[in-house]
């Protein structure tokens, strides 16, 4: 990004992607391998085996504004988030360290950042990127300045083609400005400006023309409202994109008549493979009282997964449930659901169902790992009270045993739960169970809640809660309308609801979750 003021007299306003400090690039390097091991590039052709600077997906950054006016801050919140939406990072502002970029607002320092992961070797009382200016009163410049700028923080470098005869420089100007701004020597200039932008740099394999904001030359003409153009957002999600975890509530109303209804639900980013995509039920009201309802996920892509909703169709029905999005190449957790219809059925009760499945894990953990289930369909006894429960037992390395059942007057037709497997140690993934069991007897009620600890996790901001029923029993007078939901949470633990509503009230109810820190 260079703008030319005058062609007379050329006040440089140029931006520099910062070198690491003299001595450290060994430090540099180390720590991009230990921050993403995919940094390192092992392209057989040597001008193209460089490592990376990029941080790991997912990664919480933080952001603290050193200084620098309302105006100026406001504007950095504003357009640096403007990323997120593309990369599958996420940025917290801070106001003490520890904070992984540092934002310094100093006229006379120049327009600059560290690449990545190397503002990890800067030290903490340091900035790690400066703005000399910032569109002053001009948004779409002040928009495409900290966006470019943040680019770099994210391990973007400058894109830059050599056109004919190379960048213009007014050599004399540039060194004459490194060395005022950042006491660089013409041989450093020289390694950093003039050799680096000698070398043809595209990160974007199709075309660096059509405005990209990592463009080095940036003409006075661009002005463009959405500065983060489509190559852009392209590149960053390829570097950053959706992985497990990534999860979500969708709320589903069907009307009166309609038989199913289909839902298209976008990932936050784009996935390299088309993820597996796990559910639960954690809100149903049906209006009849009539104790059947069916989610189903079909047709996942990259992109987004459609949502299958069917209940009989006499009556109008809302349903929540949470989704959660799982790499099928994820070492550490696994997922599947189980049908009744394809389960054994070990008790032939006159009136209550019990089922039974062995479940196989596609591959085996390494040590047993911890299970949790989740109800997506169950098809009950109409006129009676509503009674399910889904339970878990004998977790090995390579399944486990489900068992699903009734009980008194009540028989199940048909249910089926999603189950996920994750091994137990890891440090970003806490799961369990919570009841109304847990904090009172067997009377019925409407509200009933409680809390639930995570200290063994290691959270630096409270995590992301996937959640929903597995064991139901509620007043069977119509509507059945039941919620599970978390009301608050901190770094330590959460504080969960299970709710009757429009007069349903539940004698029992269970629900698991799982967290992602
Ligand atoms: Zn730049």
Redesign the pocket.
């Known amino acids: ?1 260079i703008e030319m003021n005058s062609t007379t007299a050329p006040q440089i306003r140029i ?3 910062m070198p690491v400090p003299s001595g450290l690039e060994g430090e540099a390097i180390k720590l991009a391998l230990l921050e993403n091991p995919s940094n390192l590039n092992s392209s057989t052709d040597p001008t193209r085996r460089i490592i990376n600077r990029l941080w790991p997906r997912d990664r919480l950054l933080s952001v603290r504004l050193l200084g620098g006016t309302l105006s100026q801050r406001n504007k950095v919140h504003r357009y640096a988030t403007a990323w997120t939406k593309h990369a599958n990072l996420r940025l917290t502002f801070v106001d003490k360290d520890p904070a992984e970029i540092r934002v310094r607002f100093d006229p006379e320092k120049g327009t ?2 560290y690449i990545g992961t190397d503002a990890l070797v800067v030290a903490q009382e340091l900035p790690t990127m400066n703005f000399s200016w910032l569109g002053d009163g001009d948004d779409d410049a002040a928009a495409r300045i900290v966006m ?2 943040f ?2 923080a994210l391990g973007l470098v ?1 894109e830059h083609r050599n056109e004919e005869g190379g960048i213009p420089w007014d050599r004399p100007a540039v060194c004459d400005y490194y060395k005022k701004t950042f006491e660089w020597s013409e041989d450093e200039v020289k390694k950093h400006i003039f050799d680096y932008y000698e070398r043809d740099l595209s990160q974007f394999s199709s075309s660096v023309k059509g405005g990209s904001i ?1 463009r ?1 030359e940036v003409p006075d003409s661009m002005t463009t409202k959405h500065p983060i153009g489509e190559t852009d957002g392209d590149f960053v999600n390829s570097c950053y994109p959706g992985m497990t975890g990534s999860m979500g509530i969708v709320e589903m109303h069907i009307d009166k008549g309609v038989a199913s209804k289909t839902i298209e639900v976008e990932f936050p980013h784009k996935f390299m493979e088309p993820p597996g995509v796990a559910i639960g039920l954690k809100e149903i009201n049906l209006v009849s009282g009539f104790p059947v309802v069916k989610v189903g996920v079909c047709e996942v892509s990259k992109e987004n997964f459609q949502l299958d909703i069917h209940r009989p169709k006499e009556v109008a029905a809302d349903v929540a449930c949470n989704w959660m999005a799982i790499d099928t190449d994820d070492p550490d957790i696994q997922f599947g659901y189980s049908s009744t219809t394809n389960l054994t059925k070990i008790l032939n009760l006159e009136q209550s169902s019990e089922y039974y499945d062995s479940v196989n894990f596609q591959r085996p953990f390494k040590s047993p790992p911890k299970v949790v289930i989740f109800l997506n369909d169950f098809d009950l006894t109409r006129g009676v009270i509503p009674r399910i429960a889904a339970s878990v037992s004998t977790i090995t390395t390579s399944g486990f045993y489900l068992t699903v059942k009734s009980w008194k007057q009540t028989q199940i037709h048909s249910a089926g739960v999603t189950w996920i497997a994750h091994s137990g140690d890891r440090a970003d993934i806490s799961s369990g169970t919570i009841s109304t069991h847990d904090v009172r007897s067997l009377e019925s009620q409407l509200r009933t809640s409680g809390s639930a600890g995570f200290s063994g996790m290691n959270c630096k901001t409270p995590p992301r809660v996937f959640m929903g029923f597995r064991k139901l029993n509620t007043y069977s007078s119509p509507p059945l309308h039941v919620r599970v939901g978390v009301e608050g949470i901190s770094t330590t633990s959460f504080k969960w609801v299970i709710e009757g509503l429009d007069k349903c009230e539940v004698f029992t109810a269970s629900a698991d979750y799982i967290l992602f820190a």
Request: neutral net charge.
């Open positions: 990004m931006c520099t992607q600059w950042s470019h700028v680019g770099h400058h990592m080095f």
